[in-house]
């Protein structure tokens, strides 16, 4: 059974940078996608990057241009470089795989890792 596992989260100030890592117990490029979600205290969770098994990457408005998603296959992580964090960054991330097969859709998850922006 692949599992996941996030790292690299902390406290960090406003316009500081941190750089999460979602590690596979498998080879990551196994899933056909890989998502970074977030969820802040108290509200619902949210999707926040996404690449695909060919690269592609998509992001949520609210972190584009701030935020970079990369996979390093030969280490199985993806990492999602984060710059210009704000107090409103401050969630739980969580990293998901997928695996999309002719008899559905599976999906791995994390269990999250917390980014604080803070003064």
């Known amino acids: 059974q692949v599992q996941l596992a996030e790292s690299g989260g902390g406290l960090v100030q406003p316009g500081g940078s941190l750089r999460l890592s979602c590690s596979s117990s498998?080879?990551?490029?196994?899933?056909?996608?890989v998502d970074w979600y977030r969820q802040p205290p108290g509200k619902e969770r949210e999707w926040v990057s996404r690449?695909?098994?060919?690269?592609?990457?998509e992001y949520a408005n609210s972190v584009k241009g701030r935020f970079t998603i990369s996979r390093d296959d030969a280490e199985n992580i993806v990492y999602l470089q984060m710059n210009g964090l704000k107090p409103d960054d401050t969630a739980v991330y969580l990293c998901?795989?997928?695996?999309?097969?002719?008899?559905?859709?599976?999906?791995?998850w994390g269990q999250g890792t917390q980014v604080t922006v803070s003064s």
């Open positions: 498998g080879r990551i490029n196994r899933f056909d996608e």
């Open positions: 690449i695909t098994n060919m690269d592609f990457t």
């Open positions: 998901s795989g997928r695996k999309h097969t002719i008899e559905g859709t599976t999906s791995w």
